[in-house]
């Protein structure tokens, strides 16, 4: 299995721009989770899905960014007008949850500067 | 927001084991205890998981206490490679909410 697979692994945009990042989960997987890592906050769960549902959204910071799950192998995280202080590495991370307690698988991230 | 408490930092001789505490004393019955680490600018690596027996594998071991208000992940030999963020989790449901974790360095 090649893992959670996201794209690009870094993005360099201006102020203003559209930004998008993309997420493959494992086959199988039916839970997708984006993160945020910066040095003063840490790793943030951002939203997750269930079956291609939003579960829970409550840690998207702002309207400015959205995430879509259209179908159980892909999804991607928008943010629009980017701004500087979205810099930051983003993760996801896919597991199968509700068969047991199986850990999160995550990929190698996006590091995304906003400039 | 994160509900366990670990140490900030640890250093642990090559060759030795790796005993890294944590204390989760709100858990509650059905909760698991998760660990994780976060290698520098890689994403975090699922480690070792328990309700409340002792677990071991390849990776690590882990040892609950009996009231589950704290647990201690064993690294028995650790190596250079085993320099990282050490997450010590427990959330119910099925989403993981981070914490500060421990920052463990191995020297030679």
């Known amino acids: 299995d090649a893992g959670v697979i996201q794209s690009p692994r870094h993005e360099v945009t201006e102020m203003g721009q559209e930004v998008t990042l993309r997420c493959k989960p494992i086959?199988?997987?039916?839970?997708l989770f984006w993160y945020r890592q910066t040095m003063m906050r840490g790793l943030e769960l951002l939203i997750y899905f269930n079956n291609n549902v939003p579960i829970d959204d409550s840690g998207m910071p702002e309207d400015r960014f959205s995430a879509k799950m259209p179908n159980a192998s892909f999804s991607t995280l928008k943010i629009q007008p980017s701004e500087p202080r979205d810099s930051a590495v983003y993760f996801c991370?896919?597991?199968?949850?509700?068969?047991?307690?199986?850990?999160?698988?995550f990929g190698s991230g996006t590091r995304l500067t906003v400039v | 927001d994160a509900k366990t408490t670990q140490p900030t930092s640890m250093d642990c001789a090559e060759g030795r084991a790796a005993n890294l505490p944590c204390n989760h004393s709100t858990i509650s019955g059905n909760e698991y205890v998760y660990w994780y680490r976060q290698i520098h600018s890689q994403g975090p690596q699922y480690i070792i998981h328990?309700?409340?027996n002792n677990e071991t594998n390849e990776m690590a071991s882990l040892i609950i206490t009996e009231d589950r208000k704290s647990s201690t992940l064993i690294l028995p030999h650790a190596t250079l490679r085993d320099t990282a963020v050490y997450y010590c989790i427990n959330n119910p449901g099925d989403k993981l909410i981070f914490g500060t974790g421990t920052r463990l360095q191995v020297f030679p």
């Open positions: 328990g309700l409340k």
């Open positions: 991370a896919s597991s199968l949850t509700g068969y047991g307690n199986y850990g999160y698988t």
């Open positions: 086959s199988g997987h039916n839970s």
